[in-house]
Nanobody, 126 residues
Framework: QAQLVESGGGLVQAGGSLRLSCAASGTLSMFVMGWFRQAPGKEREFVAAISRDGFSTYYTDSVKGRFTISRDNAKKMVYLQMNSLKLEDTAMYYC????????????????????WGQGTQVTVSS
């Protein structure tokens, strides 16, 4: 099992940066980790994912080159560094964990994730 707690959200001006953190209980190294976001009135969407071993990452097109996902299995932490933030990045951001035996894959579909955090709000202003 895993319990996930996000932090690091807040209000930032367009063009600014934020780093989101996700603290996990359990054995983090057994989980693919992902970040999702949901804006008001919209469906939850995939943002980024990282494999168990940290060597594989995947991003949705809209954040490529601006966001970086990383993990520290020893500290049981997952991060999302967000640079060059845009108004359209405003959303509630969720950390998620997918228990898998494959150390090298990433997971994109939200339905495949087993555990979710409560979310942290990111608001980008003009």
């Amino acid at each position: 099992q895993a319990q996930l707690v996000e932090s690091g959200g807040g209000l930032v001006q367009a063009g600014g940066s934020l780093r989101l953190s996700c603290a996990a209980s359990g054995t983090l190294s057994m989980f693919v980790m992902g970040w999702f976001r949901q804006a008001p009135g919209k469906e939850r969407e995939f943002v980024a994912a990282i494999s168990r071993d940290g060597f594989s990452t995947y991003y949705t097109d809209s954040v490529k080159g601006r966001f970086t996902i990383s993990r520290d299995n020893a500290k049981k932490m997952v991060y999302l560094q967000m640079n060059s933030l845009k108004l359209e990045d405003t959303a509630m951001y969720y950390c998620a964990a997918d228990f898998t035996s494959n150390a090298h894959v990433v997971t994109i579909r939200s339905s495949e994730y087993d555990y979710w955090g409560q979310g942290t709000q990111v608001t980008v202003s003009s």
